[in-house]
Antibody
Framework: EVQLVQSGAEVKKPGESLRISCKGS????????ISWVRQTPGKGLEWMGK????????NYSPSLQGHVTISVDKSTSTAYLQWSSLKASDSATYYCTRSLFEYSSSPDLYWGQGTLVTVSS | EIVLTQSPATLSLSPGERATLSCRAS??????LAWYQQKPGQAPRLLIYDASNRVTGIPARFSGSGSGTDFTLTISSLEPEDFAVYYCQQRTNWPPYTFGQGTKLEIK
């Protein structure tokens, strides 16, 4: 059974750093792209970026380029989303996803349970 | 960036009725459009990909159509569990893979 299990909720202050994780199991981790999607009550669903776990090649939404970093650790089948300096506007629920097929533009069939990030002073 | 506009924002129907949800793209996305269903407290669930292909396990009452800029998700006869929020997403070759703002399907 394919599973994506994300790390728990976080409460941070503006300017702090953060890394959240997503551990894949039940499939060949390096064969399928991992994406990150965030959801806020006001802005709905927003695609953030994706990574090819086989070689760590990544693409980002232009609006988030430079603000977040997506990475993977193949040895533990874990993907990460990290910030070096959080803003209040980063408060959201973050989902990791796995593509339906192995090609990069394939839609997202599997979703993690979500990680709630709250950034507040 | 490709903008997806979904209509209506809210659709009020009764079980057994037919639901027609629309998604319009600001430029052609060919057939690279997906539909997701989201229920409160849950992650989105992929229903349809490449405009008209139903994911394995999705009931046959869900169907998708369209190409280019205009797409439709049809639920032929609503079941109680179908009342949720539906999102379209374009998956052209170059990101960002934008989502529509969603259509809330509510019980009338």
């Amino acid at each position: 059974e394919v599973q994506l299990v994300q790390s728990g909720a976080e409460v941070k202050k503006p300017g702090e750093s953060l890394r959240i994780s997503c551990k894949g199991s039940g499939y060949n981790f390096t064969s399928y792209w991992i994406s990150w999607v965030r959801q806020t009550p006001g802005k709905g669903l927003e695609w953030m970026g994706k990574i090819d776990p086989s070689d760590s090649y990544s693409n980002y939404s232009p609006s988030l380029q430079g603000h977040v970093t997506i990475s993977v650790d193949k040895s533990t089948s874990t993907a990460y989303l990290q910030w070096s300096s959080l803003k209040a506007s980063d408060s959201a629920t973050y989902y990791c996803t796995r593509s339906l097929f192995e090609y990069s533009s394939s839609p997202d069939l599997y979703w993690g349970q979500g990680t709630l990030v709250t950034v507040s002073s | 960036e490709i903008v997806l506009t979904q209509s209506p924002a809210t659709l009020s129907l009764s079980p057994g009725e037919r639901a027609t949800l629309s998604c319009r793209a600001s430029q052609s996305v060919s057939s690279y459009l997906a539909w997701y269903q989201q229920k409160p407290g849950q992650a989105p669930r992929l229903l349809i990909y490449d405009a008209s292909n139903r994911v394995t396990g999705i009931p046959a009452r869900f169907s998708g159509s369209g190409s280019g800029t205009d797409f439709t998700l049809t639920i032929s006869s609503l079941e109680p569990e179908d009342f949720a929020v539906y999102y379209c997403q374009q998956r052209t070759n170059w990101p960002p893979y934008t989502f529509g703002q969603g259509t809330k399907l509510e019980i009338k």
